[in-house]
């Protein structure tokens, strides 16, 4: 499905559609272990690779929730944020977080995003509330589903 490009200048015309999808992103081991050494999060479950396929109930390695709420960032600039040429936008937070299938080392996940509002903050910058449902290749179930806020510029790159 084509999705019209988002664009600061209309932002409120976007409000309850889907703004698009991301990219599949593989999420195997390796990706795993790096994470796991950034946040010093070892747990067996997710980097031993031979217990959890003996122990875990999910048969395998899976990976953190948070390495999945960390695809939220770079998601938002490949659908949205640098295709309207936004200049600077900034994680601002989050409402609601929910992690609901487990993703195992291997799988492929992708970001489908929709705007649920826009919210003037001052004559630089709007404050954009997203849904963001990451989901896993193959399965029925989403990953996570999250409400993100992101603040972006109001002057962009492309002096839209």
């Keep these: 499905m084509a999705h019209p490009t988002f ?5 409120g015309s976007f409000v309850g559609r889907e703004l698009g ?10 990706r795993i272990d790096q994470f796991a050494a950034c946040t010093g999060d070892h747990q067996w479950l997710h980097v031993d690779v ?3 396929r003996r122990e875990s109930p999910y048969g395998g390695p ?26 600077q936008a900034f994680n601002y937070g989050l409402e609601r977080v929910r992690f609901i ?16 509002s826009v919210e003037e903050r001052g004559a630089e910058h709007l404050l954009l509330r997203t ?3 990451i989901e896993i290749e ?11 806020l992101v603040l972006v510029e109001r002057g962009n790159e492309n002096g839209r």
Excluded at 7 to 11: E, K, Q
Excluded at 62 to 87: E, N, Q, W
Excluded at 140 to 148: D, F, I, Q, R, S
């Design 50 to 52: 031979e217990r959890s």
């Design 62 to 87: 899976i990976a953190h929730g948070f390495l999945t709420l960390s695809l939220l960032a770079p998601t938002a600039l490949d659908v949205f944020i640098r295709p309207a040429g936004i200049k």
């Design 101 to 116: 299938t487990p993703v195992k080392a291997g799988a492929r996940v992708r970001n489908r995003i929709g705007l649920l």
């Design 131 to 133: 849904e963001n449902k």
């Design 7 to 11: 664009n600061l200048a209309d932002s």
């Design 21 to 30: 999808v991301s990219e599949w992103i593989t999420i195997d081991q390796g």
């Design 138 to 148: 193959a399965e029925e179930k989403p990953a996570m589903l999250a409400v993100a």
